[in-house]
């Protein structure tokens, strides 16, 4: 993402700039968590990336490709995404197979039909297995039977199945009981070790956004201010990004 800037309203009293001359760069496998208060851009970084908003200036590339003016439509195949709400990336009426059949065919065939296969449903057990929470033996409850963490947990195995170049995850675990985010997120962390992917994590979770990934950033008013991996991000506390936040939000 270069020098990305993004103004909502513009001319009117309600006139916004969001994105204020952004900067990211992801290497390959980068696992970001990323924090900074509310509406410091960060939903619309991510809305950004997804084509959900275009910019008014600045230049966005994908493996080497200038997505910038690409439609959501055209984006979508190279991303996943996972938003905080957990009904908002399954289909509640339909069967946790028939989920996964549509997140696993997506884009692979032209003539979509419902008639799912012996082999099918073997691959779809072994995949409901890697999430541990028992709903390989549910293949065909519907899925809005489950609880909001198996729903995520689901949304997350969807999202990753057309092997997506980037992972958007829009704070995932935030409507969830700190103990199922915490399996959420562990899965989380599995998957995307797994699959070597790269992926974006927005939390408002501190503690989350040290354990988890291999690099954090934090932005503020449309910027990223901080940027930190490897050793020196394990050896990160809460109270260093307080600090961090505090100054940068100085005397407001
Ligand atoms: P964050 O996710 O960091 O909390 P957002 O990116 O959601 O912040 O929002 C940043 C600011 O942009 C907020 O003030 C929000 O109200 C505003 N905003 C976001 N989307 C829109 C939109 N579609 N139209 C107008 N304003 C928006
Ligand atoms: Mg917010
Ligand atoms: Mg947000």
Redesign the pocket.
Same mark, same amino acid.
């Given at each position: 993402i270069n020098n990305l800037y993004k103004t909502? *309203?513009p001319g009117t009293i *309600?006139e /916004?700039t $969001?994105l204020n001359g952004l900067n990211l760069e992801l290497r390959p496998s980068d696992f970001v968590s990323i924090i &900074?208060? *509310? &509406?410091? &851009? /960060?939903?619309? +970084?991510l *809305?950004m990336i997804a084509g959900v908003?275009f910019a008014d200036e600045g230049v966005i590339t994908l493996d080497d490709v200038d997505i910038t003016r690409l439609s959501e439509f055209k984006r979508a195949k190279y991303l996943g995404r996972v938003f905080q709400d957990p009904m908002l990336g399954t289909a509640a009426d339909m069967e946790i197979e028939e989920n996964l059949a549509l997140a696993y065919r997506r884009g692979k065939r032209r003539n979509f039909s419902w008639g799912i296969t012996k082999k099918e449903k073997e691959e779809y057990v072994e995949l409901l297995k890697t999430l541990d929470l028992g709903l390989e033996t549910r293949l065909t409850s519907k899925v809005g039977l489950l609880s909001g963490g198996q729903r995520q947990a689901l949304t997350l195995l969807m999202a990753t199945l057309k092997s997506p170049k980037l992972l958007l995850l829009?704070e995932h675990t935030a409507a969830l009981d700190p103990k199922t985010a915490r399996k959420v997120l562990e899965l989380t962390e599995q998957i995307i070790a797994k699959n070597s992917l790269t992926a974006l994590m $927005?939390t408002h979770n501190m503690k989350n956004a040290i354990e988890y990934g291999n690099r954090l950033i934090m +932005?503020h008013e449309g910027r990223v201010i901080y940027d930190v991996s490897g050793e020196e991000k394990k050896k990160l506390e809460v109270k260093d990004l307080l600090a961090k936040f505090e100054s940068a939000s100085g005397g407001e």
């Open positions: 909502f *309203n *309600n /916004k $969001v &900074g208060g *509310n &509406g410091a &851009g /960060k939903s619309t +970084m *809305n908003h829009d $927005v +932005m």
